[in-house]
């Protein structure tokens, strides 16, 4: 499950949950929002910005949380970023 692959530190696994949750599920905000971590937590932070800008603009509450979220560390520099939470 997710939440386990996540847990066990099994970030590739944990991204194929929520893709096909996505699939399920399209346009869901926090599903979104999870893909973006997990992009960024595979060391491919460049796919993690299209999730995480649609995750935003369909819940404005994901900017704030963004912001805090270590899983994102490796995006908090770049100035898409920095656009997308502000």
């Keep these: ?11 590739e696994d944990a991204l ?5 949750a996505l699939e399920l599920h399209p346009g869901n ?6 893909v ?3 992009e960024a937590l595979c060391g491919r932070p460049e796919e993690a910005f299209g999730p995480l800008a649609e995750s935003v603009a369909a819940a404005p509450e994901f900017k704030e ?6 899983d994102l560390v490796a995006l908090r520099d770049d100035p898409r970023f920095q656009a997308l939470v502000a």
């Design 16 to 20: 194929r949950a929520c893709r096909s």
């Design 65 to 70: 949380q963004a912001v805090v979220d270590d």
């Design 29 to 34: 905000p926090m599903i979104l929002y999870n």
């Design 36 to 38: 973006a971590c997990l």
């Design 1 to 11: 499950s997710f939440f386990r692959n996540y847990r066990d530190g099994d970030y």
